[in-house]
């Protein structure tokens, strides 16, 4: 029995890690499971809205009745971020996207000999920062995992990408943050407002995420 009050509205979120292959066996990726993500995409469309999701890969299931593409790497996400976000009233970027990848891939497994290895590693575009460059009428909501300085680099994201609003998730604690079905965070608007929360389930806290974007 949801409130109806997202219909009408196109929401683009993203969730889950990529992957940045080093060669056929070997990859970086991060801790994200995600359920964040899924857990917006799947209350966002109980409440009437359009959603499409992009996802890193994951082990969850598909959310209904929601539009899914499965993308690998942070530049795969990017190229598809872009394509939808055109068309979304809002994006939601729960993802977690790695930063690096390998400065080339290498299509044959690498050796191991008796040397330590070293791998360079690039910068990969940033997805979110590129939207809030270009951004019309959409609302742009980021995330930011610390796991120190919460409030300090929220802030610098929030402004830094032009965000409307940022999600400051402290993964610092187990019980919060990267695959648990619970997370605290603390909200800051563009505005100048700063809400915080309790630990709460994902899903509460998704629904919680929704009502504050106007
Ligand atoms: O997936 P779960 O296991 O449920 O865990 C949830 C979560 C901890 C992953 C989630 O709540 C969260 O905090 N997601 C953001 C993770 C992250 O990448 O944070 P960041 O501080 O590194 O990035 C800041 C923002 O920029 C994020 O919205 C991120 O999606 C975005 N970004 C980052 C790098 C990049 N190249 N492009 C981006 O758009």
Redesign the pocket.
């Known amino acids: 029995n949801f409130n109806k009050d997202l219909v009408g509205k196109k929401i683009l979120v993203?969730?889950?890690p990529t992957i940045e292959s080093i060669d056929p066996v070997r990859y970086l990726t991060n801790?994200?499971?995600?359920?964040?993500?899924y857990k917006i995409a799947a209350m966002a469309e109980k409440r009437g809205a359009d959603v499409v999701l992009i996802s890193g890969p994951t082990h969850l299931d598909k959310p209904k009745n929601v539009k899914v593409i499965d993308v690998i790497s942070?530049k795969d996400m990017y190229e598809q971020v872009l394509k939808y976000f055109d068309e979304s009233d809002i994006l939601i970027?729960?993802?977690?996207?790695?930063?690096y990848r390998p400065v080339r891939y290498s299509d044959s497994k690498l050796k191991k000999s008796n040397e330590d290895l070293e791998i360079k590693f690039v910068r990969?575009?940033?997805?979110?920062?590129k939207c809030g460059e270009i951004k019309k009428e959409q609302k742009i909501i980021?995330?930011?995992?610390?796991s120190n300085d919460l409030e300090k680099?929220a802030l610098e994201?929030l402004k830094k990408?032009n965000l409307d609003m940022i999600?400051a998730?402290d993964?610092s604690k187990k019980e919060s943050?990267?695959?648990?079905d619970n997370?605290k965070v603390i909200l800051f608007k563009n505005n100048g407002s700063k809400v915080e929360y309790p630990l709460m389930r994902?899903e509460d806290l998704a629904n919680i995420i929704l009502d504050n974007i106007n």
């Open positions: 993203t969730a889950g801790h994200s499971s995600g359920k964040m993500g942070t970027k729960s993802a977690a996207p790695s930063d990969n575009p940033d997805i979110l920062k980021g995330f930011a995992a610390e680099y994201k990408k999600v998730n993964i943050g990267f695959k648990s997370n994902k």
